[in-house]
T-cell receptor, first 112, second 113 residues
Framework: DAKTTQPNSMESNEEEPVHLPCNHS???????IHWYRQLPSQGPEYVIH???SNVNNRMASLAIAEDRKSSTLILHRATLRDAAVYYC?????????????FGSGTQLTVLP | DAGVTQSPTHLIKTRGQQVTLRCSPK?????VSWYQQALGQGPQFIFQ???????QRGNFPDRFSGHQFPNYSSELNVNALLLGDSALYLC????????????FGPGTRLTVL
């Protein structure tokens, strides 16, 4: 399975935008890019996913590089509640897509 | 609408014992997956159940087994507990389509002494 690389930690100020990067240089053409986050003392929660085009939803935006070797999760205005571990995950269209393969993720700290 | 629920919240066992963890999926979901999360690490996939059968399994020994009931709820059983089994056990529910979003419960914290 293709692997993702994320920074271990990032900091942001409250009410400022946050750009969380993810490298996936061995991504295949049919891998979807998913993002989940895990708030303290909770299970992970889905954030967003995409294949080739940039995607927006109420939580965040996902910007995917043209060569798909990297992507960026964008939180437009960070709040204290956004402090969490963010996971970038690739899902392949095969039986193994049933599972989520988590890496270590990026610990986001939001400063008041 | 209740989300994914898990019981118990916390559990303490001793080495060699057996444990059963329970999960009720989100309403309308038919697929349950189990994950193990050691402290400071991302969750690791254990297995997935659909139609009361194990459909996929991660790299976990046979000491880890599961069951899914007709109402889609699920159990995770771990036999012959080891100290290294201490972790947060997460249950996630979804519809079978592999690209469907998985909804996670709050987890069961298992401590093995």
């Amino acid at each position: 399975d293709a692997k993702t690389t994320q920074p271990n930690s990032m900091e942001s100020n409250e009410e400022e935008p946050v750009h969380l990067p993810c490298n996936h240089s061995t991504i295949s053409g049919t891998d979807y890019i998913h993002w989940y986050r895990q708030l303290p003392s909770q299970g992970p929660e889905y954030v967003i996913h995409g294949l080739t085009s940039n995607v927006n939803n109420r939580m965040a935006s996902l910007a995917i590089a043209e060569d798909r070797k990297s992507s960026t999760l964008i939180l437009h205005r960070a709040t204290l509640r956004d402090a969490a571990v963010y996971y970038c995950i690739l899902r392949r269209p095969s039986g193994s897509a049933r599972q989520l393969t988590f890496g270590s993720g990026t610990q986001l700290t939001v400063l008041p | 609408d209740a989300g994914v629920t898990q019981s118990p919240t916390h559990l303490i066992k001793t080495r060699g014992q057996q444990v059963t963890l329970r999960c009720s999926p989100k309403s309308g979901h038919d697929t349950v997956s189990w994950y193990q999360q050691a402290l400071g690490q991302g969750p690791q996939f254990i297995f997935q159940y659909y139609e009361e059968e194990e459909r996929q399994r991660g790299n976990f020994p046979d000491r880890f087994s599961g069951h899914q009931f007709p109402n889609y709820s699920s159990e995770l059983n771990v036999n012959a507990l080891l100290l290294g089994d201490s972790a947060l056990y997460l249950c996630a529910s979804s519809l079978l389509d592999p690209y469907n979003e998985q909804f996670f419960g709050p987890g069961t914290r298992l401590t093995v002494l």
